[in-house]
């Protein structure tokens, strides 16, 4: 199984999109990574051409190449052979390599020709997710080689080749126009905070557009939930000296109670105690959040960071 990067990008650099950031977190992921980029004068060809690892293709815009047919011709084993294509403000993270490659061997078995990945698209900061239903929550990033049913698919086809995963795609499309002081229309009650894991290499960025990357550590936390739901790694990257499960929520002291993360609260809970993270965002067909990404929400809510 192999899996190619393609990208494909116009005027990146005149735009200021994170393209060098995307480029090298494809090609992270990816065991050949192929760049298509449009001849274009604001030099996006010169920012990557001294790029170590993935190959550079220009093109004029009347005559755009066929990238499938391009990486066809070039793969020994097409049947086996998948294409991962993001976009120039899109990023994603190292760390979801693992879960990536045991998608693939589920819907290899499941017949699937493409994967969705979620969408977390960053809104007003980088700690801001918007769950607007004008924002996919979802998109097809990759699909086999011998498809051409799912490259540049803008609307999300919900059929049976299609596979869902937790992996993440990490858009700031939205926050770089935003700091650019183009006019974003949104909804503060339509934002969730998010202070979970983002891709180490988008540091720098994020700390320019004035977020934090290294959030404080609290003392404790106290978590009404399971911790047997949750990964152990997943919980050691919970920024709190001391996590304190609790199956009942009296066994929570009052004045820590209105502090408590509660994963799963009662009637009595969402009216006295409410949270406002969603089981899901609103877009069309959207799937639930799963346990560990709606636990990272929640603790955002109340400031607390997974790392």
């Known amino acids: 199984m192999k899996i190619y990067g393609l990208s ?26 192929h760049v298509f980029i449009k001849k274009s004068i604001d030099g996006t060809e010169v920012a990557l051409k001294n790029s170590e690892g993935f190959q550079i293709h220009s093109f004029d815009e009347d005559s755009e190449p066929d990238q499938l047919q391009f990486l066809r011709e070039s793969c020994e084993n097409i049947p086996e052979a998948w294409v991962l294509s993001i976009e120039a403000d899109e990023v994603l993270n190292l760390s979801d390599l693992e879960l990536l ?3 693939i061997k589920r819907a290899t078995e499941l017949n699937c020709e493409a994967i969705a990945f979620r969408n977390l698209n960053f809104l007003k900061d980088p700690h801001h997710i918007s769950i607007s239903n004008e924002y996919p929550a979802h998109s097809i990033r990759l699909f086999r080689l011998g498809s051409n049913e799912y ?9 049976q080749k299609v596979y869902y995963s937790e992996v993440k795609i990490f858009n700031y499309l939205n926050l770089r126009r935003e700091k650019e002081k183009e006019d974003l229309d949104y909804r503060e009650s339509e934002l969730l905070p998010y202070l979970g894991p ?17 959030r404080l550590t609290v003392a404790k936390v106290y978590i009404l939930g399971e911790p047997r739901d949750y990964k152990a790694e997943f919980i050691e990257r919970i920024k709190a000296k001391k996590i304190i499960w609790a199956g009942n929520i009296v066994e929570i002291p009052a004045e820590d109670r209105t502090k408590a993360v509660i994963v799963e609260p009662t009637l009595f809970q969402k009216i006295f105690r409410p949270s406002f993270v969603p089981k899901k965002s609103k877009a069309k067909n959207a799937h639930t959040w799963d346990k560990e990404f709606m636990l990272i929400l929640k603790l955002s809510e109340k400031g607390i960071a997974v790392s």
Do not use: Y
Request: aromatic fraction near 10%.
């Open 151 to 159: 490259f540049k698919q803008e609307e999300l086809i919900f059929d």
């Open 198 to 214: 983002q891709p180490p290499i988008m540091k720098r960025r994020i700390e320019n557009w004035g977020g934090v990357w290294d």
């Open 101 to 103: 490659k045991e998608d």
């Open 8 to 33: 494909v990008l116009s005027n990146a650099l005149k735009d200021n999109t994170c393209f060098r950031e995307s480029v090298a977190s494809l090609h992270s992921i990816c065991d050949e990574t």
